[in-house]
T-cell receptor, first 112, second 112 residues
Framework: KAGVTQTPRYLIKTRGQQVTLSCSPISGHRSVSWYQQTPGQGLQFLFEYFSETQRNKGNFPGRFSGRQFSNSRSEMNVSTLELGDSALYLC???????????FGQGTRLTVV | KNEVEQSPQNLTAQEGEFITINCSYSVGISALHWLQQHPGGGIVSLFM???GKKKHGRLIATINIQEKHSSLHITASHPRDSAVYIC??????????????FGKGTLLTVNP
């Protein structure tokens, strides 16, 4: 069974640009959550999607957005990139809310 | 104050030693997750528990709901156990609405 796949693995972007990250969950999983990990703040919850609906959102500015498609694949978008957006972005999939989460390898975003 | 506190932040052990990592949380939870992160970023889910104790190989996780405390134990530690161990409190805010709040992680180094 394939695991959670995140693409791309690495990205370098310039301040002011926008970026889109992709997450393909484990087959059959309907919940996809996104997290940001930085050395200073650790892991922080961004948002969670279930059946194409955002059910939960963390404390991040509106520049961070996401969506989920009918096949449960999810994308997150960050507009007007800032240096502080440099981080490892992880997604996790689960069958539904209160079940074990499986994480992808992450996308390491560097904003210069 | 972080809702999830881990201790210690750093832990160095000799191969074969018994390891304990502690996690305290200040909110009611649906489940407590223990995660392992190796250099490079990928996160592996070790345990998800809501009561009692779980064991997988040399790893044991326990939780005391009344005391809002969980421990992760590693018996007969090995250098390949070197990683960051993260506990996360799973909060169910209604229906299938589920969100993880993370501790800062414990960096474990096991020397041969």
């Amino acid at each position: 069974k394939a695991g959670v796949t995140q693409t791309p693995r690495y990205l370098i972007k310039t301040r002011g640009q926008q970026v889109t990250l992709s997450c393909s969950p484990i087959s059959g999983h309907r919940s996809v959550s996104w997290y940001q990990q930085t050395p200073g703040q650790g892991l922080q919850f961004l948002f969670e999607y279930f059946s194409e609906t955002q059910r939960n959102k963390g404390n991040f500015p509106g520049r961070f957005s996401g969506r989920q498609f009918s096949n449960s694949r999810s994308e997150m978008n960050v507009s007007t990139l800032e240096l502080g957006d440099s981080a490892l972005y992880l997604c996790a999939s689960s069958l539904w809310g209160v079940t074990e989460a499986f994480f992808g390898q992450g996308t390491r975003l560097t904003v210069v | 104050k972080n809702e999830v506190e881990q201790s210690p932040q750093n832990l160095t052990a000799q191969e074969g030693e018994f390891i304990t990592i502690n996690c305290s949380y200040s909110v009611g939870i649906s489940a407590l997750h223990w995660l392992q992160q190796h250099p490079g970023g990928g996160i592996v889910s070790l345990f998800m528990l809501s009561s009692g104790k779980k064991k997988h190989g040399r790893l044991i996780a326990t939780i005391n709901i009344q005391e809002k405390h969980s421990s992760l134990h590693i018996t007969a530690s090995h250098p390949r156990d070197s990683a960051v161990y993260i506990c996360a409190a799973g909060l169910n805010s209604g229906g299938s609405n589920y969100k993880l709040t993370f501790g800062k992680g414990t960096l474990l180094t096991v020397n041969p």
